[in-house]
């Protein structure tokens, strides 16, 4: 049985979303306010011109402030983890090499010592990723990207926790194709969940979410798949049954590179 993680980090799902809502929402009210302000002024008498002083001295650019703490640290590393690897998924390597290289040259000396060993194996693992010449490369080089992390957190004893999910049960003998694809996209974010967490409880539940899918192969508005789609299908479903046979990180993080491969093939024959 794999070690797991006991301490608590804030939860990573779903912030950045509200954050950029709330974002959007100070900058509306801000610029109306701004408007506001400036109709207020030019409603007013003209007054005298004002005498010439001396310009006040320039203020310093602002600065971007560093994390204060491991955790915020490690949701930042997190987030910028993800973005490569939803890069992959989309088959966008361009991308997914960047975030790599912004992952590699984080500036990790705020974190604790113990740490340290634990994020250089991480940066080594990025920096493979953001040399990666290949989509299969990259996602292999993912696969580890996310191993180190497991095994940084088990080491620790932290790392982040949450709620175990549910595998998704199959409602029916038979599923269209985006109802198959909406199971992979949870089967694969549970995966990976549980792999970065090094939560055996969310890697479990991932890989029977895959595997609980209908054995028909999906349709799609009625009419059977191609044969290549179908053969991806169950690529997945074979990846899934060896990712819940995988006993250690290094094999789970194996079957986790090989399944993004597989996704970035499969939407790109589908057309998604």
């Known amino acids: ?138 996602a292999r080089a993912l696969g580890r990207v996310a191993q180190r992390c497991a095994e940084c957190h088990a080491e620790q004893g932290s790392g982040p926790v949450r709620l175990p999910f549910v595998a998704t049960a199959s409602g029916s003998a038979h599923e269209q194709l985006a109802e198959r694809m909406d199971r992979h996209q949870a089967g694969v974010e549970q995966m990976w969940n549980g792999l970065i967490a090094a939560s055996e409880q969310l ?16 349709s799609k508005a009625g009419q059977p798949l191609s044969p290549t789609l179908q053969a991806r299908m169950e690529q997945v479903r074979s990846l899934a049954q060896q990712g819940k046979d995988a006993d250690s990180y290094a094999e789970r993080a194996r079957v986790y590179g090989e399944l993004i491969a597989s996704c970035a093939a499969c939407h790109s024959a589908a057309g998604r």
């Open 1 to 138: 049985m794999l070690s797991k993680p006991t301490n608590l980090i804030p939860d990573l799902s779903g912030g950045i979303c509200g954050t950029q809502r709330r974002a959007r929402l100070l900058t509306i009210v801000w610029f109306a306010g701004g408007l506001v302000g400036c109709a207020a002024q030019q409603a007013q008498p003209s007054s005298p011109t004002p005498p010439i002083s001396a310009p006040a001295e320039p203020r310093p650019a602002p600065t971007e402030q560093k994390p204060v703490s491991g955790a915020q640290l490690m949701q930042a590393a997190f987030w910028t983890a993800v973005q490569a690897r939803n890069a992959l998924i989309a088959g966008d390597l361009a991308r997914a090499r960047v975030a790599a290289e912004t992952l590699a040259a984080r500036d990790y000396s705020a974190a604790p010592e113990p740490w340290q060993q634990g994020l250089a194996r991480l940066r080594d693992s990025t920096q493979q990723l953001s040399a990666s010449p290949t989509l299969d490369d990259a």
């Open 203 to 218: 890697w479990r539940s991932g890989t029977l979410t895959l595997l609980d899918a209908p054995l028909l192969p999906p």
